[in-house]
């Protein structure tokens, strides 16, 4: 299990990329931070786009900065929701967003949903995609 300090960080990290959340056709703001195998944490937020198809989740920002260092064995990621200027809601990761964290994590991987540093709910990844695709399982 993760340590509170690092849940809290997590957290705190989220809550703070959605601030920079570009979201103005939904006003569906979010922001993700992911832990890396090695104590790193990158966050991201949500940016639309008028092309809906060219939008991008936060937790895949988040991810796909950490990937673009070299971290490809992602421990956790927290996901902070919620409409703008209003409280946060226990949000999941999309579908897309959850074969992306497949990709980089594994069955443990942690997912905190959280309104607030004190206030979340954790399940590992297995819980919420237990059938992930996976490209090597073919070979």
Known sequence: MLEQEIIKRLITAALDAREKSYAPYSSFMVGAAVYTENGQIYSG???ENSSYGAAN???????YKAVSEGHRNIKAVAVVAGMKFEKTVYTSPCGICRQVIAEFGDDDTYIIMAVS???YKI?????LLPYSFDFNSYK
């Open 45 to 47: 937020c949500n940016v």
């Open 57 to 63: 989740c936060a937790e895949r920002t988040a991810i």
């Open 117 to 119: 540093p004190d206030e």
């Open 123 to 127: 399940v590992t990844l297995n819980e």
